[in-house]
């Protein structure tokens, strides 16, 4: 670590500060337990607050702008560029502050194909976010990353340093910042794990598209253990990614980042990021049962006798739990499968007007995973305290650093065979929007989730509904047939009608201003909503659907 100006070495002088390298997660437990940085819950995994930031932080992430990226990198609101100048400043500062205090290095991969792995090298500050980033990364082999061996990307977390706010670029004293030039990813004055997992995860879906042909996907996947097709399901924080994926019928690949190359799909990770807000052992078992040992949980509370009050969000509704993919019993730990037979786009609708279930169309599909629509959920984002609708490309642009037509067309060059059937799933609200509707029952959602994974749910008669351009199934075993078509379950359609124009002049709005560039096809593939004042004036019946 002498190339970053770490100075620590294994054996140090006696009351010296000391680099401890690899440690097994029993022993980062207890360090982390001694060093006050929190305690053992009665299921035995450990629990730690993570300070004021209990969520990622965007307005403090930044991409040094340098020559080889500059041309390539989508920069804005999302993707902030910062000087090199700055950069060193924030970097010289972490390192002078690690070398003060014992540090604690994890080494590990991300990308379970190892045709298209990158090895990493974690500085921690603290022994419980090494201890996350162990169970969050791919383990390797230890002949796969020898001591002696270069890592293809270094991260340094200082949790306890504050940035000076007077750098130039920088709007607070918390930073997260990635160098591509020089390899390094640099997170300080927040110990929300997550800031971690996300620049790797950021790094990643840089790397792989620019020098791999290589597909990133922020999603879950799943295997039949029969067949070993695959289903990959998209979708941002709160849309049931790991929920949904964790299924007992099923082989779990993973719950959060894939990669989709020629020969298939893999885990970029090797562990799981769940949400804990409700966890229970009857709607989540996998879930909740992962939680033990080994385990990490963020901001959730314990009662007196130290057993996990997962109902209690006084701290943060975004309470976590990081464990690795093994606490899983039906994790397929090989990380990789064959090219998937279903896509599932996960949405969180707060305005209650999308069906719980609908088919795409490829041009449809392309629509979708360019605008990215759903609703930001409370605690996964600094300041966001009820459902937020929002339109975020490829539902994962915070992590995105490319143009998102890189990531679109590779995906539509991947569906375009029609062998890839792709649904878009809304696990929001039903029968009215938030404050007024309900967020559908996980069993439904499952339930049409299980029938689209089979293929059952297409001997279903569809309608289409105009308005948003997709065709619901009129029936799904399991489900209440009437919450299948949003309008018909809604007290008064007259309401549902302004929302769902409402909703679609959003949807066109966005797409205007951002993909105008689009191919026609694709455009005419999105919502339309001039159907709805074209069907108010002929006096429709039924808005916007038909057999």
Not at 499 to 511: D, G, K, R, T, Y
Request: charged share 20%; with cysteine; glycine share 8%.
């Amino acid at each position: 670590m002498s190339n970053f100006g770490i100075t620590l070495v294994e054996d140090p002088a006696e009351n010296q500060p000391r680099l401890l390298v690899d440690l097994p997660a029993a022993e980062l437990v207890e360090h982390a337990i001694r060093r006050n940085e929190g305690r053992m819950a009665s299921n035995g995994a450990l629990v730690i607050e993570t300070g004021e930031r209990t969520g990622r932080s965007p307005n403090d992430r930044f991409i040094v702008d340098t020559p080889d990226v500059h041309d390539k990198i989508a920069w804005g609101a999302v993707n902030r560029p910062l000087s090199v100048e700055s950069y060193e400043a924030i970097k010289a500062g972490i390192v002078d502050y690690l070398n003060e205090r014992d540090v604690f290095v994890t080494r590990g991969m991300a990308g379970a194909d190892r045709n298209h792995t990158r090895r990493l090298l974690v500085a921690c500050e603290r022994a419980s976010q090494a201890l996350f980033i162990k169970q969050m990364l791919a383990r390797p082999l230890a002949r796969e990353i020898a001591r002696t061996g270069e890592p293809d990307f270094c991260v340094l977390a200082a949790p306890g340093y504050q940035c000076d706010p007077a750098i130039k670029g920088l709007n607070s004293s918390a930073a997260v910042v990635i160098n591509f030039q020089e390899r390094v990813i640099l997170v300080a004055g927040t110990g929300y794990s997550g800031e971690i997992k996300k620049s790797i995860f950021s790094v990643m879906n840089y790397l792989l598209p620019v020098e791999d042909d290589v597909l990133p996907m922020h999603c879950s996947a799943s295997m039949d253990p029969v067949t070993h097709e695959t289903a990959v399901f998209f979708g941002l924080s709160g849309t049931g990614k790991t929920t949904l994926s964790a299924n007992p019928t099923r082989l779990l690949i993973g719950d959060d980042e894939h990669g989709w190359s020629d020969m298939g799909i893999f885990n970029i990770e090797g562990g799981c990021y769940a949400k804990c807000e409700g966890l229970d052992a009857f709607h989540e078992p996998e879930i909740f049962n992962a939680v033990r040992f080994g385990a990490i949980c963020e901001n959730v509370v314990l009662d007196e006798n130290r057993k996990p009050n997962y109902d209690d969000i006084s701290i943060t509704h975004n309470t976590r739990v990081a464990y690795p993919v093994e606490h899983i019993p039906n994790a397929w730990t090989k990380g990789m499968g064959t090219t998937p037979s279903v896509v599932l786009f996960l949405t969180c609708d707060a305005f209650g007007v999308l069906p719980p279930i609908s088919r795409l169309t490829a041009d449809a599909a392309m629509y979708h995973f360019v605008t990215g629509f759903t609703a930001k959920i409370p605690g996964t984002e600094v300041g966001v305290t009820e459902p937020t609708p929002t339109f975020s490309s490829l539902f994962g642009e915070p992590f995105m650093p490319l143009d998102p037509m890189v990531y679109a067309k590779m995906l539509g060059e991947r569906i375009a065979d029609g062998r890839t059937r792709v649904y878009l799933v809304n696990t929001g609200w039903i029968g009215g929007g938030y404050g007024v509707g309900h967020r559908i029952e996980l069993a439904y959602t499952r339930a049409l989730v299980a029938r689209a994974l089979d293929g059952t749910i297409e001997d279903s008669e569809f309608v289409h509904d105009d308005i948003f351009n997709v065709d619901i199934p009129t029936t799904c075993h399991g489900v209440p047939d009437g919450i299948l078509v949003p309008r018909q379950y809604w007290q008064s359609t007259a309401r549902y009608d302004e929302a769902a124009h409402n909703l679609a002049v959003m949807f066109e709005e966005n797409f205007e201003k951002k993909y105008s560039h689009l191919p026609e096809s694709v455009k005419a593939a999105g919502p339309h909503a001039q159907v709805h004042a074209d069907a108010r004036h002929r006096g429709r019946g039924l808005l916007g659907l038909r057999h």
